[in-house]
């Protein structure tokens, strides 16, 4: 079974509009990480967020929100007034364990392509 | 601090030819990666290493090897190159066990085609 799925290939949005990017998990850890990762067209992975499993607060980093949801495994990214630069591939992925247990093995799923449109 | 820098940026080989690919990090952290990103299949790890002389395998690891000599540096080195291995290779970096929450420094990539 799939660790992370990320059902939307490719995604259109409207600039200025916010726009929410799937993910799902699948583990039987209780404590785990999640991360979101931009990867632009110049290919470099740029970490925007991180929910881990006990935070009881939803993350926040600038204009990105992580909508973590435990009981439905759920872990959807929220951008909010899309910009043309927002046009990348985003990348969910999760690391399984306690944190100080360290971030080396993270599981990525394949990823959504977001298109802003002017 | 110049980060994860990974060598070279791109590289063309012959099937059968090897080749290390080089990775270093100027931040003291204490555990490394390497990942292999293919057409719509994401990240996928390769190995990882934990600290200097601790390596193990992740998830894809055949055909590859590497070692960890320094806390520096993360050589991955592929014995005989073969065109299913032709991909674009991430290397990573990121604090270990002293520091709870922490992410992932990736490196540029290396862009690795085999004929």
């Known amino acids: 079974a799939q660790k992370i799925t990320q059902t939307q290939p490719g995604m259109f949005v409207q600039e200025k509009e916010a726009v929410t990017l799937d993910c799902t998990y699948d583990t039987s850890d209780q404590s785990y990480g999640l991360f979101w990762y931009k990867q632009p067209s110049s290919g470099e992975m740029i970490f925007l967020i991180y929910?881990?499993?006990?935070?009881?607060q939803n993350a926040t980093e600038g204009r990105y929100s992580l909508n973590f949801q435990k009981a439905r495994k759920s872990a959807n990214l929220v951008i909010s007034a899309s910009q043309l630069g927002d046009s990348a591939m985003y990348f969910c992925a999760m690391r399984e364990g306690a944190a100080n247990f360290g971030n080396e093995k993270l599981t990525f799923g394949t990823g959504t392509r977001l298109t802003i449109i002017p | 601090n110049a980060g994860v820098t990974q060598t070279p940026k791109f590289q063309v080989l012959k099937t059968g030819q090897s080749m290390t690919l080089q990775c270093a990090q100027d931040m003291n952290h204490e555990y490394m990666s390497w990942y292999r990103q293919d057409p719509g299949m994401g990240l996928r790890l390769i190995h990882y290493?934990?600290?200097?002389?601790?390596?193990d395998q992740g998830e894809v690891p055949n055909g590859y090897n590497v070692s960890r000599s320094t806390t520096e540096d993360f050589p991955l080195r592929l014995l005989s190159a073969a065109p299913s291995q032709t991909s674009v290779y991430f290397c990573?970096?990121?604090?270990?066990?002293?520091?709870?929450?922490?992410?992932?420094?990736f490196g540029p990539g290396t862009r690795l085609t085999v004929l």
């Open positions: 990573a970096s990121s604090y270990g066990l002293a520091v709870s929450y922490n992410e992932q420094f």
């Open positions: 290493s934990v600290g200097a002389g601790i390596t």
């Open positions: 929910q881990g499993s006990y935070d009881e």
